[in-house]
């Protein structure tokens, strides 16, 4: 049986405010995908990205509306501060096919 790799997710000590849970969990899953740790980008402003796996940046966002207007905004927001972007669908009751089919109409019209 082949040895399974550990990954870690690291949090600044004294890191405010702390990363919520479930940012924490999209981090975890972040670092199975990318085998690879993930570091926490611990920033006085709010406009920077949330995490850095591989030393690219990457900003989560974790929408719980089920609007295409609630896509739309997370998207515009994470857009400045990270060109990498995980959508986590985890929380919102917009099923899966139809946010895509959001993000894709963003990801259309905003160049």
Do not use: C
């Not at 849970?21 to 740790?37: G, P, Q, R, V, Y």
Request: aromatic share 6%; proline share 4%; charged share 25%.
């Amino acid at each position: 049986m082949a040895k399974q790799s550990v990954y870690h997710i690291i949090i600044p000590v004294g890191m405010k405010p702390r990363p919520k849970i479930h940012e924490e969990t999209a981090a975890d899953i972040l670092a199975n995908h990318f085998k690879s740790d993930v570091y926490f980008i611990e920033t006085d402003s709010q406009g920077t990205a949330d995490v850095s796996v591989q030393g690219t940046a990457w900003e989560i966002k974790s929408p719980i509306g089920a609007s295409a207007n609630n896509i739309r905004k997370n998207m515009r927001e994470a857009s400045l501060q990270s060109r990498n972007v995980v959508i986590d669908l985890r929380r919102s009751k917009l099923h899966q096919a139809r946010a895509i089919g959001y993000i894709k109409q963003y990801m259309a019209t905003s160049r």
